[in-house]
């Protein structure tokens, strides 16, 4: 399964870093999405890493603030998360539809039965 942590409480205009881990699965070979979900709303595709950090993509609200890593060593994705608005409260999730790379579009992980998700982590932002 997939592992999200790192989520909390911050003020706007900080910092957080999301973490993605692998247990009992090898993320390194591939691609892993972080998407978000507002209260009664869908997923929100936010980022993709594909299995050799090659390529990243990120979604227009999130580009020039996110940025998507990966530690293969560690089995571990991140997602640095600055410049953080209330507009960005919401639980983020890690997934992966077990493509190599991120050539796919969100829609097919969200849709993919296939596909392994985390289960979240609660990011606040609030003062």
């Known amino acids: 399964q997939l592992v999200e942590s790192g989520g909390g409480l911050v003020q706007p205009g900080g910092s957080l870093r999301l973490s993605c881990a692998g247990s009992?699965?090898?993320?390194?070979?591939?691609?892993i999405r972080w998407f978000r979900q507002f209260p009664g709303k869908e997923h929100e595709g936010l980022s993709c890493?594909?299995?050799?950090?090659?390529?990243?993509d990120y979604a227009d609200s999130v580009k020039g603030r996110f940025t998507i890593s990966r530690d293969n060593t560690k089995n571990t994705v991140y997602l640095q998360m600055n410049s953080l608005k209330p507009a960005d409260t919401a639980v983020y999730y890690c997934?992966?539809?077990?493509?190599?790379?991120?050539?796919?579009?969100?829609?097919?992980?969200?849709?993919?039965?296939?596909?392994?998700w985390g289960r979240g982590t609660q990011v606040t932002v609030s003062s």
């Open positions: 997934a992966t539809d077990h493509s190599p790379n991120c050539v796919s579009p969100y829609v097919y992980t969200l849709a993919s039965p296939s596909s392994l």
């Open positions: 009992g699965v090898t993320l390194n070979n591939y691609a």
């Open positions: 890493i594909d299995s050799d950090a090659r390529n990243r």
